[in-house]
C-alpha cells in the first residue's frame, strides 16, 4: 500500500468530530465518576483500617490537592502540546491508578490511591474540556458543566450498589472503571487533534494563576456560587453516608451514594433545562436555589425527615448545576482558543480547592463533636452565608449593568 492510500486509510479511521465531542465528554464524566467511587467505600474502608472521621475526609480532600496540583502544573499544557497526548497519558495512568485502590491495605495507600487520582484527574479535565471547547463553544460550555455532575452521579449510586449487593466492592468498581479508561484510551487513539501545538510548553508547567483582563472580573463574580455549590458537594462525597446513617440504618451506604447521585443528576438536569438561558441568570438562580435548598435540607435533618432531606438535596442540585454552568459560560465566551484551557484551570482550582478544604474542616468538627448532624447544620450555615454573598453580587452587579445601558 502507498504511502497515501495509508494516510486515507488512517484519516478514514478518524472519529467524527461529534464522536469525538462526546468522547472528550465521556473522559470528564468517568473520571469524576472515579473520584465519588468511593463515597459509599468510606464505610467499608473506616471498618477495615479504623480511621477517624477527620482522617476520613482528610483521604477525601487529598484528592482535591491532587486536582489542584494538576491543574496549576498541567492544567495549560494541553494549549502547547496539544489535547490528545494529555488524554492519551491521562486515560492509560488512571487505569493503572486503579490498581493502587485494588491492592490498598492501609490508610497511607488508601491516601496514595487519592492522590494520584487526583493529580491524573486535574491534567484530564481542563484538556478535555478545552477540547469540547475546541469543536463546539456553545456545546462545550454546556457540556463541561454537565459531564461532571453526570459521572458523580454515576460513581456515587453504582458504589452504593456495589456495597449493597456485590461482592468484594472495593475491587471490582476499580475493574470496572479500569476498563473504561482503557477502552476511552483505544477511542482516543483514533481522534484528530483540536489545536495546533505551539512554543512554550515547559515554560506552562510553571503555575501561573493569571487571567486574561477580559475575564478577570466574571471569574471574580462566580467565586461566590462555585465555592458554596461545591462546598456542599464535598460534604455529600466525603460525609454524606455518615449522614444518611440518621435515615437508613443499614442502608446507610446506599442512601449516601443515593443523596450523591439525586444531588449531581438534578444539577446536570438542571444545565440541560438552563443551556439557552443568559448566563448571568443562571447565577442568580444558582444563589436562590442554594438557600432554598439548605433552608430545605436542614428541616430534613431536624425533622429527621428523608423526603425533606431528599427535595433539599434536589434543590441543592439545581444550585450547582446553574451555578457551575453560568460560571463556565460567562468565562469561555470571553475567551480565545489558546486561553481556553489555563482559564478552566483556575475556575476548576477554586471549585477544587472549594470542595476539599470544607470537607475536611467538617471531618475535623465530626471528629471533635461526634455529631454529624450538628456539622452538617454549621456547615449549611457557612453555605447559607456564602449563597447569600453570591446572590448580592449578582443583584449589584445587576443593577450596575441596568446604570450603564
Same mark, same amino acid.
Not at 467565586?223 to 461545591?230: E, H, Q
Given at each position: 500500500?502507498?504511502?497515501?492510500?495509508?494516510?486515507? +486509510?488512517?484519516?478514514?479511521?478518524?472519529?467524527?468530530?461529534?464522536?469525538?465531542?462526546? $468522547?472528550?465528554?465521556?473522559?470528564?464524566?468517568?473520571?469524576?465518576?472515579?473520584?465519588? !467511587?468511593?463515597?459509599?467505600?468510606?464505610?467499608?474502608?473506616?471498618?477495615?483500617?479504623?480511621?477517624?472521621?477527620?482522617?476520613? &475526609?482528610?483521604?477525601?480532600?487529598?484528592?482535591?490537592?491532587?486536582?489542584?496540583?494538576?491543574?496549576?502544573?498541567?492544567?495549560?499544557?494541553?494549549?502547547?502540546?496539544?489535547?490528545?497526548?494529555?488524554?492519551?497519558?491521562? %486515560?492509560?495512568?488512571?487505569?493503572?491508578?486503579?490498581?493502587?485502590?485494588?491492592? =490498598?491495605?492501609?490508610?497511607?495507600?488508601?491516601?496514595?490511591?487519592?492522590?494520584?487520582?487526583?493529580?491524573? &484527574?486535574?491534567?484530564?479535565?481542563?484538556?478535555?474540556?478545552? !477540547?469540547?471547547?475546541?469543536?463546539?463553544?456553545?456545546?462545550?460550555?454546556?457540556?463541561?458543566?454537565?459531564?461532571?455532575?453526570?459521572?458523580?452521579?454515576?460513581?456515587?449510586? $453504582?458504589?452504593?450498589?456495589?456495597?449493597?449487593?456485590?461482592?468484594?466492592?472495593?475491587?471490582?468498581?476499580?475493574?470496572?472503571?479500569?476498563?473504561?479508561?482503557?477502552?476511552?484510551? !483505544?477511542?482516543?487513539?483514533?481522534?484528530?487533534? +483540536?489545536? +495546533?501545538?505551539?512554543?512554550?510548553?515547559?515554560?506552562?508547567?510553571?503555575?501561573?494563576? !493569571?487571567?486574561?483582563?477580559?475575564?478577570?472580573?466574571?471569574?471574580?463574580? &462566580?467565586?461566590?456560587?462555585?465555592?458554596?455549590?461545591?462546598?456542599? =458537594?464535598?460534604?455529600?462525597? #466525603?460525609?454524606? /453516608?455518615?449522614?444518611?446513617?440518621?435515615?437508613?440504618?443499614?442502608?446507610?451506604?446506599?442512601?449516601?451514594?443515593?443523596?450523591?447521585?439525586?444531588?449531581? =443528576?438534578?444539577?446536570?438536569?438542571?444545565?440541560?433545562?438552563?443551556?439557552?438561558?443568559?448566563?448571568?441568570?443562571?447565577?442568580?438562580?444558582?444563589?436562590?436555589?442554594?438557600?432554598?435548598?439548605?433552608?430545605?435540607? =436542614?428541616?430534613?435533618?431536624?425533622? %429527621?425527615?428523608?423526603?425533606?432531606?431528599?427535595?433539599?438535596?434536589?434543590?441543592?442540585?439545581?444550585?450547582?448545576? %446553574?451555578?457551575?454552568?453560568? #460560571?463556565?459560560?460567562?468565562?469561555?465566551?470571553?475567551?480565545? /482558543?489558546?486561553?481556553?484551557?489555563?482559564?478552566?484551570?483556575?475556575?476548576?482550582?477554586?471549585?477544587?480547592?472549594?470542595?476539599?478544604? /470544607?470537607?475536611?474542616?467538617?471531618?475535623?468538627?465530626? %471528629?471533635? &463533636?461526634?455529631?454529624?448532624?450538628? +456539622?452538617?447544620?454549621?456547615?449549611?450555615?457557612?453555605?447559607?452565608?456564602?449563597?447569600?454573598?453570591?446572590?448580592?453580587?449578582?443583584?449589584?452587579?445587576?443593577?450596575?449593568?441596568?446604570?450603564?445601558?
Amino acid at each position: 500500500m502507498s504511502q497515501a492510500a495509508r494516510a486515507r +486509510t488512517a484519516h478514514s479511521r478518524r472519529l467524527s468530530e461529534g464522536a469525538s465531542f462526546h $468522547l472528550q465528554a465521556s473522559i470528564i464524566s468517568s473520571f469524576l465518576a472515579g473520584s465519588s !467511587a468511593p463515597t459509599a467505600l468510606y464505610a467499608v474502608y473506616q471498618s477495615s483500617m479504623g480511621f477517624s472521621a477527620t482522617m476520613l &475526609t482528610v483521604i477525601f480532600g487529598v484528592y482535591s490537592i491532587g486536582v489542584l496540583a494538576a491543574l496549576l502544573v498541567f492544567g495549560r499544557l494541553s494549549d502547547h502540546i496539544g489535547r490528545r497526548p494529555v488524554l492519551l497519558a491521562a %486515560t492509560l495512568a488512571q487505569a493503572a491508578a486503579m490498581l493502587l485502590f485494588i491492592e =490498598a491495605d492501609s490508610t497511607w495507600h488508601l491516601l496514595a490511591a487519592r492522590l494520584v487520582q487526583g493529580l491524573i &484527574t486535574g491534567a484530564a479535565v481542563s484538556a478535555a474540556g478545552a !477540547a469540547m471547547l475546541d469543536i463546539n463553544k456553545q456545546a462545550g460550555g454546556v457540556a463541561n458543566s454537565v459531564a461532571p455532575p453526570i459521572g458523580t452521579a454515576l460513581g456515587g449510586l $453504582l458504589s452504593g450498589l456495589f456495597v449493597q449487593f456485590l461482592p468484594a466492592p472495593t475491587a471490582l468498581i476499580y475493574v470496572c472503571l479500569a476498563a473504561i479508561y482503557l477502552f476511552q484510551f !483505544a477511542c482516543l487513539l483514533q481522534t484528530a487533534e +483540536t489545536v +495546533t501545538s505551539r512554543a512554550g510548553a515547559i515554560r506552562s508547567l510553571v503555575p501561573r494563576l !493569571a487571567l486574561p483582563s477580559m475575564v478577570r472580573r466574571a471569574v471574580l463574580r &462566580t467565586i461566590p456560587t462555585l465555592v458554596a455549590t461545591w462546598a456542599v =458537594a464535598g460534604f455529600y462525597a #466525603s460525609l454524606g /453516608p455518615k449522614l444518611m446513617r440518621g435515615f437508613g440504618g443499614n442502608h446507610a451506604a446506599l442512601l449516601g451514594g443515593f443523596a450523591l447521585a439525586v444531588f449531581s =443528576a438534578i444539577a446536570a438536569a438542571s444545565v440541560l433545562a438552563t443551556q439557552k438561558a443568559q448566563p448571568l441568570k443562571m447565577l442568580k438562580t444558582s444563589s436562590v436555589a442554594l438557600l432554598v435548598g439548605l433552608l430545605v435540607s =436542614a428541616i430534613g435533618i431536624k425533622q %429527621t425527615s428523608l423526603a425533606t432531606f431528599m427535595i433539599g438535596t434536589a434543590l441543592l442540585g439545581v444550585g450547582y448545576g %446553574t451555578g457551575f454552568q453560568g #460560571s463556565i459560560r460567562s468565562v469561555a465566551a470571553l475567551l480565545a /482558543p489558546e486561553a481556553r484551557a489555563g482559564a478552566l484551570s483556575v475556575l476548576f482550582i477554586v471549585s477544587y480547592f472549594s470542595m476539599g478544604v /470544607p470537607a475536611i474542616l467538617a471531618g475535623y468538627r465530626l %471528629t471533635a &463533636t461526634g455529631n454529624v448532624q450538628r +456539622t452538617a447544620e454549621e456547615l449549611g450555615i457557612a453555605a447559607l452565608v456564602l449563597a447569600i454573598a453570591a446572590l448580592l453580587a449578582e443583584l449589584r452587579g445587576h443593577g450596575q449593568r441596568s446604570s450603564g445601558e
